[in-house]
């Protein structure tokens, strides 16, 4: 019998097989950590698009409920009211083809309360007498949830100033007819502002006597500031103009 003798085969040893092992584990746990960076800078990219778009939404609902302000005369000459805590005005309803008293009107305040921004909305109403109380109602410590109207945590803040724009100047919404503080025209102009707790507080404003300007304010600029968490540092500036100022106008 013959026996044929095969040729060494050459092959890996224990040693180099670890060796590979040990590359591709490495390997693999590189490339597991690129992957969960990336998963955290996405899901950090769609948290700061999701408060950008909160801020956004916000700030077009405030542009909304202004530009569709419907001065009361009866209720209030100015329109607009800050009495340091809440902002209120009527707007006019949403309903479709339908203006004025006809379609309903609705009352619309804005405050700030334990660090977050709401959006107070009473129902449509159509009557004198259910609007004044609508109009009570918006200024209450608590203000309920009206039936068909809503009350909205719309925004984390940690502070709103308002200043208004009005006799060719920047005044404090809460002067007086007779002594009028005016402000200067500077985006970066301090003026009166409440504090967390409700208080008002200013900086460069002078005090505001008793009472309030009856006169329509032509331009409204609105001041926030968020909290550490928000997507913005800073402060930031908000203007809304009346749709129907005109320069001409005397």
Do not use: C
């Amino acid at each position: 019998m013959t026996f044929r003798r095969h040729p060494n085969t050459p092959g890996f040893t224990l040693i180099e097989v670890l060796v590979a092992l040990s590359l591709l584990a490495l390997l693999a746990g590189m490339g597991w950590q690129g992957i969960s960076g990336l998963l955290r800078a996405r899901e950090h990219t769609q948290t700061r698009i999701d408060a950008v778009a909160r801020v956004q939404t916000t700030l077009a609902q405030w542009h909304a409920d202004l530009d569709a302000l419907q001065i009361v005369p009866t209720l209030d000459p100015a329109g607009v009211r800050w009495d340091g805590r809440v902002l209120r005005w009527v707007r006019r309803s949403v309903q479709a083809g339908q203006v004025g008293m006809e379609g309903g009107l609705q009352v619309v305040a804005w405050r700030l309360e334990d660090g977050v921004w709401h959006r107070w909305l009473s129902a449509p109403v159509r009557t004198p007498g259910e609007l004044q109380q609508a109009w009570q109602s918006a200024v209450l410590p608590a203000p309920g949830l009206p039936v068909g109207g809503g009350d909205w945590a719309v925004q984390p803040l940690r502070s709103w100033r308002l200043v208004y724009f009005r006799g060719n100047a920047w005044t404090n919404p809460l002067s007086s007819a007779d002594s009028a503080a005016i402000v200067s025209s500077s985006p970066g102009a301090k003026v009166s502002s409440p504090s967390p707790t409700g208080q008002t507080s200013s900086s460069n404003v002078a005090a505001a006597p008793a009472g309030q300007v009856n006169t329509p304010p032509d331009a409204i600029r609105l001041v926030i500031e968020f909290g550490p968490s928000a997507p913005f540092a800073g402060p930031l500036t908000v203007d809304w103009l009346r749709p129907d100022w005109s320069v001409a106008r005397p």
